[in-house]
């Protein structure tokens, strides 16, 4: 035991012996240790071949913040992390949690809802993100590296009060929109994944400071994502979008509804809510601007994606996904090949300056 201030820590890792062994030095650390001023307050029990945590937690360790079981052989956290009401910090990778049963029942009910800010359940089993685990409302950091998560739930939007969200090294092939309504979110690790596009609502996560998504089959990012002011980071190495670039893509020839609609907004002809039909004025009022300042032009349901290359701090070019009104239409940023012309550079200028204010670290390669 390592003691310090007024409270003490048991660092039991890699003591090569039996779980019955260890379970009995608990009991007797826990008799031993009963009207004793200084509390354990943080349990290392890591690499120890644990398959369920031990009995004594139950009772013997009630001002426990910190719990290690990491790298053991649990299947299961047992009813004994319910009874650690103020347990902070419960680190429980590389162990073989993920089936049914893995986590307590009433987890979602107990004070660690209310006290738990930490949670690593990395390089684990784990096929989806345990309902229970989202109605953690104190979590700051969330780990789930590791494991085979398919996909990431709406509801995690739950945790408002989330920091650091790491789920590299699954199988995600979405980014979910609501990931965008965690206020605090400062560093999130999406990598190694199978990703393909990334949400324009990410755009919304102000307070991002940090975005990892190497290893994913991005092709493209959303524009919205110059909109992320605070981001010092970027990670996007081992991605299409990186290895090849995309310029031409589908594009399918606007309805006569639009293109009326769209002589309608570019000739600017007046009309009142008397001259028709509701739907139409709903219509009307979803045109968008063509982003090329030489057009002027406006679409609706019909646009061209196209990719713009712009430079990030004079070194990178990173593809941006915009919406042209025609394929007449050229955009002013646009580059599609690795052989930039001296026209292309200028034009991105611009908005290079921008980007190189607002990201200092872009990581490529």
């Known amino acids: 035991a390592v003691a310090a201030a007024g409270e003490a820590e ?18 007797a650390r826990k008799e031993e240790r009963r009207g004793a001023r200084e509390a354990v307050l943080r349990l290392l029990l890591p690499h120890n071949h644990l398959v369920s945590l031990p009995r004594a937690l139950g009772s013997g360790f009630p001002h426990l913040q910190l719990l290690d079981v990491s790298g053991n052989a649990l299947t299961a956290l047992g009813p004994e992390l319910l009874a650690l009401s103020g347990l902070r910090t419960l680190l429980a990778k590389n162990n073989r949690l993920g089936g049914p049963g893995a986590l307590p029942k009433g987890l979602a009910q107990s004070p660690l809802c209310r006290s738990l800010q930490v949670l690593n359940l990395s390089g684990n089993c784990f096929q989806e993100v345990p309902p229970s685990l989202l109605e953690l409302r104190a979590l700051q ?3 789930l ?3 085979q998560l398919q996909s990431i ?3 995690i939007e739950n945790l408002r009060s989330l920091e650091c969200l790491y789920l590299g090294g699954n199988f995600i092939k979405e980014i979910p929109p609501e990931l965008a309504n965690l206020p605090s979110l400062n560093y999130l690790v999406l ?18 400071r940090s975005l990892s998504l190497h290893n994913n089959l991005l092709t493209y990012l959303p524009r919205e994502i110059l909109n992320l002011i605070h981001l010092e980071e970027l990670s996007l190495r081992g991605n299409p979008l ?13 309805t006569l509804l639009e293109l009326a609609a769209r002589t309608i907004k570019i000739r600017n002809i007046s009309y009142t809510p008397y001259d028709l039909p509701g739907n139409l004025l709903r219509y009307l009022s979803l045109a ?3 982003p090329n300042p030489k057009c002027g032009g406006v679409y609706f349901d019909c646009c061209v994606r196209q990719i713009k290359f712009v430079d990030f701090c004079g070194k990178y070019r990173l593809p941006l996904m915009h919406y042209l009104c025609s394929p007449e239409c050229s955009s002013p940023c646009s580059s599609a090949s690795h052989s930039s012309t001296s026209q292309s550079e200028s034009d991105s200028e611009d908005e290079a300056s921008v980007a ?6 872009v990581l490529l390669g």
């Open 10 to 27: 048991l660092n039991w890792s890699r003591l090569s012996v039996a779980p019955e062994t260890l379970e009995s030095e608990l009991e």
């Open 141 to 143: 950091t969330l780990s």
């Open 145 to 147: 590296g590791g494991n």
């Open 153 to 155: 739930p709406a509801e």
């Open 191 to 208: 990598c190694d994944n199978k990703i393909q596009s990334v949400p324009p609502q990410l755009s919304q996560l102000h307070s991002l």
């Open 242 to 254: 990186v290895v090849r670039f995309v310029r031409d893509l589908t594009y399918h020839p606007p």
């Open 288 to 290: 968008s601007n063509c």
């Open 356 to 361: 190189a204010r607002r990201m200092q670290k």
